[in-house]
């Protein structure tokens, strides 16, 4: 893993999820999703980009919060759309 992205410096300490229900937006729209990320910034729980509507990556762009960590049970890493980097 490496620490090379500026992102990471400007995220809060402790965010809450917004949902552990699966993908908030995929759930108001009632699509599908492969895998759940979390947004470091503000806790908006959105699917991966292996799912149809990568809302995590959307959310990423609009919201302007790069930096997402992987919302799977046993899997502890962190990924910077902006850098296209582990962090």
């Known amino acids: 893993m490496s620490e ?4 990471v ?9 917004s949902t552990t229900a699966g993908c908030e ?4 729209i009632g699509s599908r ?4 990320r979390e ?3 503000c806790g908006h729980v959105g699917c991966c980009d292996s799912s149809p ?6 959310h990423a762009g609009t919201a302007d919060h790069p930096v ?3 919302f799977e049970p046993g899997e502890d890493w962190r990924w910077c759309f ?6």
Do not use: G, I
Request: net charge neutral; charged share 20%; hydrophobic share 40%.
């Open 25 to 28: 937006d995929c759930l108001r």
């Open 53 to 58: 509507n990568r809302h995590a990556r959307a």
């Open 33 to 36: 999703w492969v895998h759940l």
């Open 68 to 70: 997402v960590r992987s």
């Open 39 to 41: 947004c470091l910034s």
């Open 4 to 7: 090379t992205c500026a992102h």
């Open 82 to 87: 902006v850098d296209e980097t582990f962090v």
């Open 9 to 17: 410096v400007t995220l809060p300490t402790d965010v809450t999820p």
